[in-house]
DNA sequence: AGCACGATTAACT
DNA sequence: GTTAATCGTGCTC
């Protein structure tokens, strides 16, 4: 176990495939008051150019998706369904508009926080969606453009143990209505597997 | 100005 | 397995 490194803007100006697969096990933070609230990321999805049918990027540069356009190592969040807000990572070149969109951590820390705004829920499935970390770690439209690598930035990942490759699996992208192939089945999401950290059903351990 | 739909979730039958 | 909730976004008229 290295001491944990804050990933920095090089991490995230990569091809967002590897930036999406590389940041399973890495560790979300949020600081809240001086407290960290977070855990160990566990599943991530890539979305990437204009051409990929299944990015929002699809549009265009609209005032929706101008922040994937920009420099990476922002958040890019948006809000969907009427009530979720999504958090993603910008990645690649200004200009190129990518992103990952994380779906899924496993809480280390902070637990209590999360717990006050998840409980109502078994552990097991306070942060195991989108829209459900946002809501544990509080996130929403405030952090739409946030810079992850900015030095006082209170939101930002650090390095963990990576995760073999055995225990990674990938599929096709989760939600998608009406996007055509080859994007709808293209295998751009990556989960850890289930009993890599939740020991339980409940997620007590 | 109006419309169809969404990178989801929780509560039902 | 099915469905309501709930509103910003991007597209058409």
């Known amino acids: 176990m290295v001491d944990p490194i804050r990933l920095k803007r090089s991490f995230f100006n990569q091809s967002t495939i ?3 697969r590389d940041l399973l096990g890495a560790r979300l933070v949020k600081v809240e008051n001086g407290e960290r ?11 990437r150019g204009e ?8 549009a265009g540069i609209t005032p929706r998706t101008k922040t994937m356009y920009g420099p990476p190592g922002h958040a890019y969040v948006y809000f969907t369904y009427g009530m979720h807000w999504m958090l993603n990572f910008v990645t690649e070149r200004e200009g190129f508009p990518a992103a990952v969109l994380i779906r899924g951590f496993f809480p280390t820390e902070g637990i209590q ?3 006050s705004r998840r409980g ?11 829209a ?12 739409n453009e946030y810079d992850l690598c900015a030095p006082d930035s209170q939101l930002y990942v650090e390095s963990g143990d990576p995760i073999p490759e055995n225990y990674v699996t990938t599929g096709p992208r989760v939600g998608f209505n009406n996007v055509p192939e080859p994007w709808l089945s293209i295998p751009w999401r990556f989960e850890v597997v289930p009993d890599y950290y939740y020991k339980d059903a409940d997620g007590s351990a």
Request: glycine content about 8%; proline content about 4%.
């Open 113 to 115: 926080v999360i717990e």
């Open 37 to 47: 609230i977070g855990g160990l990321i566990i599943e991530a999805e890539a979305y």
């Open 120 to 130: 109502k829920q078994p552990r097991r499935y306070w942060t195991d969606g989108p």
């Open 51 to 58: 051409t990929d049918l299944g990015c929002h990027a699809k």
């Open 18 to 20: 590897k930036v999406a």
């Open 132 to 143: 459900k970390l946002c809501q544990a770690l509080a996130i929403d439209s405030a952090f």
